[in-house]
């Protein structure tokens, strides 16, 4: 007579029925470790972003209390159209390239004229100083805050002068300043070049361009 | 859509990518960005477009000549990538136009690379930080110098 061998007790797995477990439990640890996985993917870096390193000590929030103190005025900030070719600022990992601003005052009235001969320097500093104001109410604007901004990187000062102007640099220290009043000298000193041109747009005197460091 | 499939449906026809003449690479690559150098107006002809804006040429003429700057860095970026499907966005572009002394249109001039660029890209991506200005005599003479910064996935 042919018995069937007893099962080893030890070698068959219990089946999960046969144990006093939540029927759901398979369910729930499917979820869990779904969930794990995800979550581990998210944290995953994107592909590399830019990183500019900057040995600055941490940053306070003061820059927005500086601009109040200050009692700086600063315009409304301009808006491209929805047909528009360009965008004000753009954000690309930890910098914010600004495109150029174009002198105007605070009325948003232009300020024209090439400066060595229709206008100062002083004159033509103002200039400058006035594309600063645009610059920071575009920042703000963009960042929700100016504290966001680490620092000035690289600007582009551009003046409109006729061949033979040599005080570039001054008239864009009106720019230059600005920065170093709201920013302070470590996170206000950039790199840049200021340069004449032979034109700017609707005869402006100064035009501007920035890149800034900023908190992504 | 993509950029390339862009291109094909625009029927676009870049010239070929330039090679350097003088000390500088057209295009560097860092981390993920990629800085053009100036491009001028270069034809499929290998010719360029010269002349001054406001005197020489006419506004649309400009325009024209900035878009073809806009091929050429095209040609250019795809070189250098492989495929223009690469590029992220358009993050910043400096446009300088060879103009007379009181020619103010710079931005309508370069527009004729950005509507490009928007046109390849999309409104998103393809419109970035710009600044538009003139410039005294550009190398050669040409009409339209463009450099641009793409963020690259």
């Not at chain 1, 390193?53 to 500086?66: A, G, H, K, N, S």
């Not at chain 2, 795809?78 to 710079?106: P, Q």
Request: net charge positive.
């Amino acid at each position: 007579m042919s018995t069937k061998p007893k099962p080893s007790v030890t070698a068959v797995p219990t089946p999960a029925r046969n144990l006093n477990l939540n029927p759901a439990l398979p369910r729930l640890l499917i979820s869990a470790t779904l969930l794990v996985c995800t979550l581990l993917t998210a944290c995953q870096a994107p592909s590399p972003q830019p990183q500019v390193t900057t040995t600055v000590t941490p940053l306070p929030d003061t820059i927005e209390r500086r601009v109040a103190e200050l009692k700086l005025t600063l315009p409304a900030p301009t808006k491209p159209g929805p047909a528009a070719t360009i965008t004000s600022v753009v954000v690309s990992g930890n910098l914010a390239f600004v495109s150029g601003h174009i002198s105007r005052y605070a009325d948003g009235k232009l300020i024209t004229g090439r400066v060595g001969e229709e206008l100062t320097v002083a004159q033509g500093k103002d200039a400058a100083r006035q594309c600063g104001l645009a610059i920071l109410a575009q920042l703000r604007q963009e960042l929700g805050s100016l504290d966001r901004v680490r620092r000035v990187v690289k600007v582009l000062g551009m003046v409109n002068c006729p061949p033979g102007f040599k005080d570039q640099p001054q008239v864009i220290n009106g720019f230059s300043e600005l920065m170093l009043d709201v920013f302070g000298r470590e996170r206000g000193l950039g790199a840049r070049s200021a340069v004449g041109v032979a034109s700017l747009p609707s005869n402006v005197a100064v035009e501007v361009e920035a890149v800034f460091e900023i908190v992504p | 859509m993509s950029a390339e499939a862009r291109i094909a449906e625009l029927k676009l026809e870049l010239p070929a990518a330039p090679k350097p003449a003088h000390v500088y690479k057209p295009v560097v690559i860092a981390g993920n960005m990629c800085y053009v150098s100036g491009h001028g107006p270069l034809k499929t002809d290998k010719t360029m477009i010269t002349g001054v804006v406001g005197k020489d040429l006419n506004l649309e003429q400009g325009q024209a000549a900035a878009r073809q700057v806009g091929l050429a860095i095209l040609a250019t970026v795809r070189n250098e990538l492989g495929s223009l499907d690469r590029v992220k966005r358009l993050v910043k572009t400096l446009g300088m136009v060879n103009t007379a002394a009181d020619f103010y249109d710079h931005p309508k001039v370069i527009n004729g690379f950005s509507e490009l660029m928007r046109d390849v890209f999309g409104d998103d991506a393809g419109v970035g930080a710009r600044s538009a200005v003139g410039m005294g005599p550009l190398p050669g003479n040409i009409a339209v110098e463009v450099e641009c910064i793409f963020e690259l996935r």
